[in-house]
Nanobody
Framework: QVQLVESGGGLVQAGDSLRLSCAAS????????MGWFRQAPGKERDFVAY????????YYADSVKGRFTISKDNAKTTVYLQMNTLKPEDTAVYFC?????????????????WGQGTQVTVSS
């Protein structure tokens, strides 16, 4: 099993920055990549960003390109999401997820393990 714990969420104003962290523990060796998703109230959970553990593959949703940066530590234990120039529409619960599959996919079912989420609220 793999456990994921997100942290770093909070209440900020439009234009501010936040950095989310996702700490992975357990059998992280079975995972090949990590993703960030978000879910706004009354909406579906959407893909935000993806990184494989080698760092050779990074993808972003169009809505966050140029503002968000995903990164990882070398120990394969923590993934980060640096969020700059935040907008009210970025308000959501942010989840990290891990997949054991090598291919990049944005669908939730592709990911085997999920964290509990961290709330990000951006006021205008």
């Amino acid at each position: 099993q793999v456990q994921l714990v997100e942290s770093g969420g909070g209440l900020v104003q439009a234009g501010d920055s936040l950095r989310l962290s996702c700490a992975a523990s357990g059998r992280t060796s079975v995972t090949s990549a990590m993703g960030w998703f978000r879910q706004a109230p009354g909406k579906e959970r959407d893909f935000v960003a993806y990184i494989n553990w080698s760092g050779s593959k990074i993808y972003y949703a169009d809505s966050v390109k140029g503002r968000f940066t995903i990164s990882k530590d070398n120990a394969k234990t923590t993934v980060y999401l640096q969020m700059n120039t935040l907008k009210p529409e970025d308000t959501a619960v942010y989840f990290c997820a891990a997949t054991s599959r090598a291919l990049f996919m944005t669908t939730q079912s592709w990911y085997d393990y999920w964290g509990q989420g961290t709330q990000v609220t951006v006021s205008s």
